[in-house]
């Protein structure tokens, strides 16, 4: 059997592999092929790093002797996939007595000295760990080595060997860290994804002449823009130049000094490496680069740091430039990176209410109600609940929160903070350092000096992109998407193999499904359209009544405003298929539940109130998810049907007079027995044919079933014979396969997931095994019985990668989903068929 070697040099030719040395050495010997001028470097595979994690070191001695006596050398992670992360870069490794002794005859005591201490201070705190406090302040070599002794006990080591292992060791373990983990798995990697280590000679910024530091790229990483975008430090090092004002400008600068102006042949030769990265590498990348007396050396080039927007551009850009083909444009971006671009921002309303405000610490705005530990969020999102974790400051030990939170507030903490860094890895909006916060964990409550006293539940909105936090859910605006964005959905479009449609309940979800070029609507919930102001007291009066009379009364009141509902609803799809869903909740869900509301509705409906409060108990189910609810309502108050299927006939011929022919899809829900869809077939073809001959127009509609019990999946055969498309509602599906119900699961989940008992929460993540079966039963059932029938997903799972590959592979003719998971599925569709 062939081993890797415990570590490898590189060269043009050595074997070194993405997926044992990571993408950096594979990066490096990339730009070694290219002749750029790289520094001499050594890759240590993923095995060899797992080793020195458990104690097994690799022989130092002989890697620091292919670097010949008197170098000091840099350690950089280097994980399979850029973005996975890796602890950090540490420089000037082998820094000690005798190397001090050298720099200072060279290039003077002080600066051999700061360079020295540079190198204790990050040696102790970012190698071993030690408190920062200790290391603070002007220090001298020998004191910082003394300091070093008094937290060690033990002195500060002179062998460079030493050094290395432990700076080693100190990297291997951190990848294994629980958050580091945690982060990289976000970003797609495997639980056991390796990390390697890239050991290089160090090309010394500080020196004679020219010498510094810098770091440049030739886009924007905000928008994926060519720009020049970058700094340079002289006498610097590393990155320092990033960070430190007195950095210069790369390109001739009106702003300040600029490194064009010293050294013009050195920023040409940075340009043309770039470009030549551009091509050969097929990639924008970021250049770390040093000059030594004037002489530049590429230390490491990496993926250009980007914004999901400038990811989608530069993706676009390569492949416009015929650098990449398109197909590879759609396979470069994650699905869910478009996520990110589709961040909603808070409109900018002068009359709005700001809190507080903080730093802007990730970009994006979301609501949602107050949550002041990690426990709380992870509640909330399991129970579908938007929320928002403010902590004074955040800890590895709230990731599982933040993960679960739908933005993040702090009263501590700056860009760099834990919060600020984990929320944009997450991509969670985030405000960090609001330090007028005064939060109040054990009352559970938070406020500013002169405001009210805001409690866990209470809304509130995050602005992670100016950093305000406002009273209240604020009224928000949509991205603007157009250029790169529109391109590559036009792409995907394009090679996509599986329909997308949209589920949209209002006007507001339909136009945004639009904006995103959806193939229709797949799932119309009407229920909600009657929780809107106004109607929900018809609603209650029809729920009320005593007689068909009664009923009748408040259903034609009723009427109008579904019709108008569902003709708003045609004009805005424009002739495309528009899938609406009969009455699907229990009727005591309409209904109040406090005594207030009861007095309230006892008024309204004059009747007395023991009246009203004994009919809510008339109405109560002990399981009302397996109650009286979906067709079941259907049968035993036809009337609801009636007056919908009215209303989605009488708009159809309204909407189809002024565009093009609306051809509706009627879907009842929650069927398990074919006789339920004979039933409410016969109703809504008796209403199809009086609406046609009150207004002697001819239309035509799809009426079809929602597949969403487990019988139903198994007798999709004989309710295909009724039933012109099975849209299989999987949320239903899993609550009803597992037995576990949608809205308590949350209590357990994490304990189930964490022992492994579940992979995923399958109300998230599809469960292909059980709940697929039925899927797929269903499906070949519903086809022998019915050739043509249409299949369709419109469960929560419908906007989920993983969903839309095993729809696909299954035959389905469309998944649908929320309209703002719309570009991940096609991305995700047309990745799938490539
Ligand atoms: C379903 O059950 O999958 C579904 C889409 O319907 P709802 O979520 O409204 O029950
Ligand atoms: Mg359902």
Same mark, same amino acid.
């Given at each position: ?13 050595? =074997? ?18 290219? =002749? ?28 620091? &002797? ?124 495997? !639980?056991? !994804? ?42 610097? #090092? ?8 007195? @950095? ?28 030549? +990265? ?43 430039? &015929? ?10 971006? @994650? ?14 309303? /002068? ?9 802007? %610490?990730?970009?994006? !705005? ?35 929160? +933040? ?6 507030? *702090?009263?501590?903490?700056?860009? *760099? ?17 609001? *330090? ?30 100016? &950093? ?50 959806? $193939? ?18 018809? +609603? ?51 209904? /109040? ?12 409906? $004059? ?12 109405? #109560? ?42 051809? /509706?899809?009627?879907?009842? /829900? ?11 077939? @016969? ?6 044919? @009086? ?28 309710? %295909? ?21 949608? $809205? ?91």
């Amino acid at each position: 059997m062939l081993t890797t070697p415990d570590f490898t040099e590189i060269t043009p030719t050595a =074997d070194i592999r993405t997926d044992r040395h990571g993408n950096r050495a594979k990066c490096l010997q990339r730009l070694v092929r290219l =002749d750029l001028p790289v520094p001499p470097t050594v890759a240590l595979p993923f095995d060899t790093v797992r080793a020195i994690a458990q104690g097994r070191m690799p022989d130092l001695a002989q890697v620091l &002797g292919l670097f010949g006596p008197d170098t000091l050398v840099s350690v950089r992670s280097s994980s399979e996939a850029a973005d996975w992360g890796g602890p950090g870069t540490i420089l000037n490794i082998g820094m000690n007595d005798a190397q001090a002794e050298r720099l200072a005859a060279i290039h003077g005591q002080s600066a051999a000295d700061a360079f020295y201490v540079n190198f204790i201070r990050s040696y102790a705190v970012d190698v071993l760990r030690l408190d920062e406090d200790a290391f603070e302040g002007p220090l001298t070599p020998r004191l910082a080595k003394s300091q070093f002794e008094d937290e060690m006990e033990e002195e500060f080591p002179q062998d460079p060997t030493v050094q290395l292992a432990q700076v080693l060791k100190s990297m291997a373990r951190a990848w294994e860290g629980t958050t580091a983990r945690l982060l990289r798995q976000a970003k797609g990697a495997p !639980a056991d !994804a390796g990390l390697g280590l890239v050991v290089q000679q160090m090309a010394l910024g500080p020196g004679k002449g020219l010498s510094g530091a810098g770091v440049v790229q030739f886009v924007s990483s905000e928008t994926g823009e060519p720009q020049v975008t970058g700094r340079y430090l002289p006498q610097g #090092q590393g990155r320092a130049a990033l960070s430190k004002s007195e @950095a210069r400008y790369i390109e001739h600068d009106e702003r300040g000094p600029s490194l064009e102006d010293d050294a013009p042949e050195t920023v040409a030769a940075l340009r043309e490496a770039a470009l030549l +990265m551009r091509t050969r590498l097929r990639e924008e990348m970021q250049i770390e680069f040093t000059l030594m007396d004037g002489h530049l050396s590429l230390l490491d080039a990496v993926r250009a740091p980007r914004s999901a927007r400038a990811e989608v551009a530069i993706a676009v850009s390569l492949a416009e430039d &015929g650098i990449i083909p398109r197909h590879e444009a759609l396979t470069r971006i @994650a699905p869910n990176t478009l996520n990110q671009m589709l961040h909603r921002q808070v409109l900018p309303d /002068p009359h709005r209410d700001v809190l507080t405000t903080g730093i802007a %610490a990730a970009p994006g !705005a979301a609501q949602g109600r107050i949550c002041f530990t990690a426990a709380a969020a992870q509640a909330s999102a399991a129970k579908g609940e938007a929320c928002i974790l403010v902590r004074r400051e955040t800890s590895p030990e709230d990731i599982r929160g +933040m993960h679960a939170a739908d933005a993040i507030l *702090t009263e501590r903490g700056g860009m *760099t903070s834990h919060a600020a860094v984990i929320a944009r890895g997450l991509g969670v909006p985030c405000v960090a350092g609001a *330090t007028q916060l005064q939060i109040d964990s054990r009352k559970k409550s938070l406020t500013v000096p002169g405001r009210k006293v805001f409690h866990e539940g209470d809304i509130i909105t995050v602005d992670g992109s100016s &950093g305000e936090v406002l009273v209240g859910a604020a009224t928000m605006i949509e991205p603007a998407l157009g250029g790169a964005f529109a391109t590559l959905m036009d792409w995907a479009d394009a090679e996509r193999d599986i329909g997308i449609r949209a589920n949209a309940d209002t006007a507001g979800d339909a136009a945004m499904a639009q904006r995103f070029g959806v $193939d229709g609507i797949g799932l119309c919930r009407t229920e909600h359209m009657f929780f809107e102001a106004g109607r929900l007291t018809v +609603m209650r009066e029809m729920i009320f009544a005593e007689n068909p009379e009664d009923r009748a009364a408040a259903l034609e009141r009723l009427l109008p405003m579904q019709r108008a509902d569902f003709q708003g609803l045609f004009e805005l799809m424009r002739g495309q298929p528009v899938c609406i869903r009969l009455f699907d909740p229990p009727l005591h869900e309409f209904l /109040p539940g406090d005594r207030e509301g009861i007095h309230a509705l006892a008024e309204a409906l $004059d009747l007395p109130a023991s009246r009203v409060a004994s009919r809510i108990e008339n109405l #109560q189910e002990f399981n009302p998810m397996l109650g009286m609810r979906g067709v079941r309502l259907g049968i035993t108050v036809p009337e609801i049907y009636e007056m919908q299927a009215r209303a989605i006939f009488e708009a159809t011929i309204a909407a189809s007079r002024k565009g093009a022919p609306v051809v /509706p899809e009627i879907m009842i /829900p929650l069927v398990s027995a074919r006789r339920e869809v004979e039933l409410v077939k @016969a109703r809504i073809d008796g209403v199809a044919s @009086a609406v046609k001959s009150e207004t002697r127009k001819e239309f035509t509609y799809r009426l079809g079933v929602m597949v969403e019990t487990p019988r139903a999946a198994l007798r999709a055969g004989e309710i %295909a014979e009724h039933s012109a498309f099975l849209s299989f509602g999987t949320n239903d599906l899993t609550q009803m396969t597992y037995g576990l119900s949608r $809205d308590d699961a949350g209590r357990f989940m994490s304990a189930y997931v964490h022992q492994g008992v579940f992979a995923e929460d399958p109300f998230t993540q599809l469960d292909i095994d059980g709940v697929g079966e039925l899927l797929l039963l269903g499906a070949e059932r519903g086809r022998e019985a019915r050739p043509d029938v249409t299949l369709s997903l419109c469960g929560e799972h419908g906007g989920h990668p993983q969903s839309i590959g095993f729809c696909r592979r299954a035959g389905f003719d469309y998944v649908s989903c929320s309209p703002f998971r719309v570009p991940v599925a096609k991305l995700a569709a047309a990745q799938l068929s490539i």
